[in-house]
């Protein structure tokens, strides 16, 4: 049973900083490919960045130049550092493992989501 478990959302002022952190149960990160979403109020879930062994990080044009997705294999562990937060940023973010990662045998399920992190940005 694959499990992801996000931490480090909160508060934040207006040009500030949040890493959030996603740990993975399982060896996921060899079969899937992971990604950040987000979903503020009245809005549909959004994809913010997506990542994969194999593959370079891709980013929402919102979110292009202020966030940083990375993983490390070794902790099992995806990391999206958000920094120069503005309030369109607040949402509550979800860590994901979405797709099969590129390559992967077998065609591995990969469906899987955290509980997520509510991230509050204020003026």
């Known amino acids: 049973q694959v499990q992801l478990v996000e931490s480090g959302g909160g508060s934040v002022q207006a040009g500030g900083s949040l890493k959030l952190s996603c740990a993975a149960s399982?060896?996921?990160?060899?079969?899937?490919?992971m990604a950040w979403y987000r979903q503020a109020p009245g809005k549909e879930r959004e994809m913010v960045a997506t990542?994969?062994?194999?593959?370079?990080?891709i980013y929402a044009d919102s979110v292009k130049g202020r966030f940083t997705i990375s993983q490390d294999n070794v902790k099992k562990t995806l990391y999206l550092q958000m920094n120069s937060l503005n309030i369109e940023d607040t949402a509550v973010y979800y860590c994901?493992?979405?797709?099969?990662?590129?390559?992967?045998?077998?065609?591995?399920?990969?469906?899987?989501w955290g509980q997520g992190t509510q991230v509050t940005v204020s003026s």
């Open positions: 994901a493992a979405d797709r099969p990662r590129p390559g992967a045998l077998g065609s591995p399920f990969c469906g899987y």
């Open positions: 399982g060896n996921i990160f060899s079969t899937c490919g």
């Open positions: 990542i994969s062994s194999v593959e370079p990080p």
